[in-house]
């Protein structure tokens, strides 16, 4: 149930196909807009009911498989559970299956790129490592080929970690980056959001490892629910059992070990809450066996994952910066504080229920120009105005695509500038998803 576009999908359609199942592929999304994902499973014995879902589907089902994005209260699932159909998601089969050891990765923000983090600095191991989950690949598809000895790494998200409760299971290793609002649109508030993210660490057991920001307020709360051991992290502390910024180097103290790494002068991306990625990923990668010469040199080999920040170019001494991914205001405030240059914000989008309060405060403050699109543009546009100091302080226009928020942009900016990308919201409003709005933004500059 769901298909989507961002591989869970299809991994598990192809893999329940081999396993012998009769498989239905049901979505509401029709056969043009799901073409890419379709053309993955051709050849396939599979049935499609595309454009819409079908009652008796859901009747006569042994298992529904349920796609992270599908909403809980789904009358569809209703149906299924009423029948007495197994309800099941891809994360939670290969949960019950793999026989590695898996390092789990959550938070609001940074969670993609420390999971990309952890799999780099690990890869600098003997060790063979996969990497999936939310990050928008299913590893059943090799499940026949991951080993005891292997390591996963798994990016988690709210959805996948609520119904994961339902088979009482944790990773082995879990880091935590941070919580702030997101999803209000599909959680029943932020209490029920910071409970499905606490799945992660609710059935570790007393041997396992949560790797948590020392600095969230909220995720300092969480000691007294561990049931492993915890090592914290932190930009701003020296903390016992944790991990820490000493000069030029991350360090690791852990059971009155200390490990220095020296490597931050080697970091390609910027901004303060880049660091806290790679400290949460040093931890986790320190604690499936990785050396200090593995992560030093994960830190040196890693440049980024593509619409997180994505440097794209330089055009006429105008620098431009995709980070789509961005889909809440934390993630867009970190990215517009990572910069000393003038930057002109392409932002906006489809409302996820985020307060934009703290988000309009830094625009005024930290830009240059603010261009708004999408169903969040007005909404954004007046908190921005009345935090204004002076009228036209920063500039702030409003777009009705993101082509004309870009032509805007470019002709506001000189050179020196920031060009950025970084919406604070959901794409679903005007794109299929934040990797069509990156690769259109990619696009509209390598055009000039």
């Known amino acids: ?3 989507g576009c961002f591989g869970g999908g299809i991994g598990v359609s192809r893999f329940l196909v081999n396993q012998g199942a009769f498989v239905t592929v049901t979505d509401l999304r029709n056969e043009g807009e799901l ?29 529904v498989i349920v796609n992270p994005a599908v909403p809980e209260n789904s009358r569809f699932l209703q149906i299924a559970l009423n029948n007495r159909v197994s309800v099941e998601t891809e994360i939670n089969i290969f949960f019950a ?5 898996i390092i789990g990765v959550t938070g ?14 690990l890869g600098q191991t003997s060790r063979r490592v996969w990497i999936g989950g939310n990050i928008g690949k299913s590893l059943l598809t090799g499940l026949e080929e991951i080993k005891p000895q292997d390591i996963v790494v798994l990016e988690l998200s709210s959805f996948q970690l609520k119904r994961l409760s339902s ?3 944790s990773p082995h290793v879990s880091a935590i980056t941070n919580l702030s609002p997101n999803h209000l649109d599909r959680h ?22 949560a790797v948590i920001n020392y600095d969230d307020p909220e995720l300092r709360k969480w000691e007294d629910e561990c049931r492993g051991r915890i090592l914290w992290y932190s930009t701003k502390e020296k903390v016992r059992n944790g991990v820490f910024v000493e000069n030029d180097d991350v360090v690791v103290s852990l059971d009155h070990q200390m490990k220095k790494i020296a490597c931050l002068s080697a970091v390609k991306m910027p901004g303060i809450h880049n660091i806290q990625n790679i400290l949460a990923a040093s931890g986790a990668a320190y604690l499936a066996g990785a050396e200090e010469s593995h992560i030093g040199g994960g830190i040196a080999a890693f440049t980024g994952l593509e619409h997180r920040l ?19 205001p934390e993630s867009a405030i970190a990215a517009i504080r990572a910069f000393r240059e003038p930057v002109i914000l392409i932002a906006g989008g489809g409302d996820k229920g985020s307060d934009f309060d703290e988000f309009a405060s830094v625009c005024v403050k930290c830009t240059k120009a603010i261009i708004l699109m999408g169903t969040t543009a007005k909404k954004i546009y007046g908190l921005i105005q009345r935090k204004m100091p ?9 777009a009705n695509t993101l082509n004309e928020a870009f032509h805007r942009a470019t002709t506001v900016a000189k050179t020196g500038d920031v060009i950025l990308l970084s919406p604070a919201c959901a794409s679903y409003d005007m794109f299929q998803n934040y990797e069509e709005r990156g690769r259109q933004f990619k696009q509209l500059v390598q055009a000039l």
């Open 1 to 3: 149930m769901g298909l």
């Open 35 to 63: 073409s890419s994902s379709l053309k993955q499973l051709e050849g396939l014995p599979i049935v499609y009911r595309l454009g819409g879902h079908h009652d008796e589907d859901f009747i006569h089902a042994d298992m």
């Open 97 to 101: 299956l793999c026989p590695a050891p």
């Open 108 to 121: 609001s923000n940074g969670k993609s790129t420390t999971t990309g983090l952890i799999g780099t600095m």
């Open 167 to 169: 088979i009482q299971r």
């Open 188 to 209: 029943s508030g932020m209490d029920d959001y910071i409970q499905s993210k606490k799945n992660i660490i609710l059935y570790q057991h007393e041997n396992d490892y």
């Open 310 to 328: 994505e440097f794209v170019s330089v055009v006429h001494g105008i620098q431009y910066f995709n980070d789509s991914k961005a889909t809440t």
């Open 390 to 398: 002076e009228a036209g302080r920063p500039l702030l226009f409003m």
